[in-house]
C-alpha cells in the first residue's frame, strides 16, 4: 500500500499523543516539529505540504492578532496569551486550529488513526 501524506491526520495524532512526536505537551516543540517538517518537505521539492498550516498562520494573524500588541507570529501571541504555560499553549493551538478548520475549511480533525487502526 502507498504511503500518503495527511496533514490533518498528522495534527489529529499530535494533539492525541503529543509525547510520541515532541516529548511532552508543549507549543514550542510542536511549532519546532511543524517548521522541521516544513523544512523536509521544501528539501525534498514537495509542493506546499502545509496548506493547513499556512492557512491556519494567516488566519490567526488576521482574525485573531489583527496586528495588535505587536504580536507577529501565531505561537508567541499563543503562549502569552497562555500565561506562558507551554502545556496550557499547547492546548490552545489546537483549539484555535480546530476553529480554523471549521470557520474557514468546513471540516475538523479526524479521528488520530496509526497503521490505519483507530486508537
Request: glycine share 6%; with cysteine; aromatic share 16%.
Given at each position: ?17 503529543p509525547g510520541?512526536?515532541?516529548?511532552r505537551k ?13 523544512h523536509a ?79
Amino acid at each position: 500500500m502507498e504511503n500518503q501524506w495527511d496533514e490533518l491526520m498528522l495534527f489529529a495524532q499530535l494533539k492525541e499523543r503529543p509525547g510520541l512526536y515532541l516529548g511532552r505537551k508543549s507549543l514550542l516543540s510542536l511549532r519546532d516539529h511543524l517548521f522541521g517538517m516544513q523544512h523536509a518537505f521544501q528539501l525534498c521539492l514537495h509542493a506546499d505540504p502545509m496548506e493547513y498550516l499556512r492557512g491556519f498562520s494567516a488566519w490567526y494573524r488576521e482574525t485573531v492578532i489583527r496586528e495588535e500588541n505587536g504580536y507577529a507570529c501565531w505561537w508567541n501571541h499563543i503562549l502569552y496569551t497562555s500565561a506562558n504555560c507551554d502545556g496550557a499553549a499547547f492546548d490552545a493551538f489546537f483549539s484555535a486550529f480546530e476553529r480554523y478548520l471549521a470557520e474557514e475549511r468546513g471540516i475538523s480533525l479526524p479521528a488520530a488513526q496509526w497503521d490505519g487502526e483507530k486508537l
